[in-house]
């Protein structure tokens, strides 16, 4: 008996010394998928917080925990207020997820943890001002409600699940607007992909220019690199040929490009040809961090710019500031490339401006800010697309709900042909008709196996202007 206790005491001994190795391992080297999964906890955290002004546990519930990976529901938080920090690990010591937030250029994922490094990539952004309520939009924030459009914003079945901001712009005018329970019109709310389209109007400034050409190639420094014949216009076209596995859930390109690493750009732009540019459609994240980079540079050369400042602050000087999108925050990594694909904050009002904006082919106001036909380029169909993409960072078809793949989502609700849209992660959409004068913002936090379809919004609201 005594020996058999020894024997048992010994196994138990051997086993918590296992035990203890393997919680060690994981706290000193965490999986990719953990590491993942804190990082993306700490960056939704921080950017909610300290841009969108909302409670930190209220983010982790909602936005982070009830949608996402069983395994985020072990996320625990430390906000640091002071510091504007934000830390998140599984069961409080594995993942090491950091967030930082930057005046000017909001939150980055701080997967090497060197804070001071992305803390150099910041400006001071113009005092922000609040739309007068008192002016009708878009100058001011007051609406010229038409009742029977603001009845089917009232529709739950047309606003859909997890809607927090919708909004309707007909000839150029707030005609509807609805806002979900805890959000409000003022409140900046993330386009995710919505933000590929942004920074397609960032590449048509410097084309409007002249620092960037659509037929430009020479993007890789080595003449002889393949990827070195890659233009300008493929790349806008999500046609570039280049690897990038866009699946979400898993540690792919994108969940690793946006949380496992500093330079988000160098990443993208290391990876290697998957097929010969132009050939083939493959929509990237990867790729608009490309032409983030791509952009960014163009501007520094021309302005001789000597700081980041100078540069990152270009989307509020010439885009956000002329269009009144005074929410408007488009966040940068922890080196200083803007997060062209996924990360901009805006209220729903301004989603709506920028909407307009395209609309209105590049012009605000009666000034030119895009190339003419820059926009109609834009929408153009890439040709490698099937139909569904345009050559310029938008969607031909609305959000797919549970249409078979490679059918058009759209021909059942009989849409106008013209029809474009922007489209993001969660049930983000834009819809532009430019045939009706119609703007359609909805914003939320929609899965996409919900199968919620924008489409039947819209169309409702078009016969509803009829």
């Not at 000087?317 to 062209?340: H, I, K, T, W, Y």
Request: contains cysteine.
């Amino acid at each position: 008996m005594a020996r058999w206790l020894k024997l048992t005491a010994a196994a138990v001994l051997v086993l918590l010394v296992l035990l203890g190795g393997a919680v060690l391992t994981l706290a000193l080297h965490p999986p990719d998928l953990l590491r993942v999964g804190a990082g993306y906890g700490a960056k939704m955290v921080c950017s909610n917080v300290f841009i969108a002004g909302r409670s930190a546990q209220a983010v982790l519930a909602d936005d982070v925990q009830a949608p996402g990976h069983p395994i985020l529901q072990l996320l625990q938080l430390s906000v640091d207020e002071d510091r504007k920090l934000v830390r998140a690990d599984l069961l409080g010591f594995i993942g090491k997820g950091l967030a930082v937030y930057r005046p000017g250029t909001g939150c980055a994922a701080v997967p090497d943890g060197d804070v001071g490094k992305a803390m150099q990539f910041q400006f001071a952004p113009l005092k922000m001002w609040t739309p007068s309520s008192s002016v009708p939009w878009p100058t001011g924030s007051q609406p010229e409600t038409m009742p029977a459009v603001q009845a089917l914003l009232a529709q739950d079945a047309l606003a859909g699940p997890g809607m927090r901001g919708m909004a309707v712009i007909h000839q150029g005018r707030l005609v509807a607007q609805r806002y979900g329970a805890g959000f409000h019109a003022g409140m900046p709310l993330l386009g995710w992909s919505m933000t590929k389209t942004v920074s397609a109007a960032l590449v048509g400034m410097q084309v409007a220019d002249g620092t960037l050409l659509p037929q430009q190639s020479g993007f890789w420094p080595d003449a002889g690199d393949p990827r070195a014949a890659i233009t300008l216009a493929q790349l806008m076209a999500m046609s570039s040929g280049l690897q990038f596995n866009e699946g979400y859930g898993a540690v792919s390109d994108v969940t690793r490009m946006l949380y496992l690493e500093p330079d988000m750009a160098a990443y993208s732009g290391a990876l290697p040809l998957a097929q010969a540019p132009g050939g083939t459609w493959n929509y990237s994240s990867g790729t608009t961090l490309l032409l983030s980079r791509i952009w960014q540079r163009a501007a520094a050369d021309a302005k001789h710019a000597a700081t980041s400042a100078a540069v990152l602050s270009l989307p509020r000087e010439r885009l956000f500031d002329p269009l009144g999108m005074s929410s408007a925050v488009m966040e940068a990594d922890a080196r200083g490339n803007m997060v062209g694909s996924s990360y901009m904050y805006a209220s729903t009002q301004d989603w709506a401006r920028f909407g307009q904006f395209l609309l209105q082919d590049g012009v605000w106001q009666g000034k030119r800010l895009l190339p003419e036909g820059f926009v109609t380029g834009m929408q153009q169909v890439a040709p490698a697309s099937g139909g569904q993409y345009g050559q310029g960072q938008v969607w031909r078809w609305g959000p797919s709900g549970a249409t078979p793949e490679g059918q058009n989502p759209d021909l059942p609700f009989k849409l106008p042909a013209d029809t474009y849209w922007l489209e993001g992660h969660d049930g983000q959409s834009i819809a532009i008709v430019p045939s009706k004068q119609l703007v359609v913002v909805r914003l939320g936090l929609t899965p996409h196996q919900l199968n919620y379809q924008p489409q039947a919004l819209l169309a409702a609201v078009i016969k509803a202007l009829e």
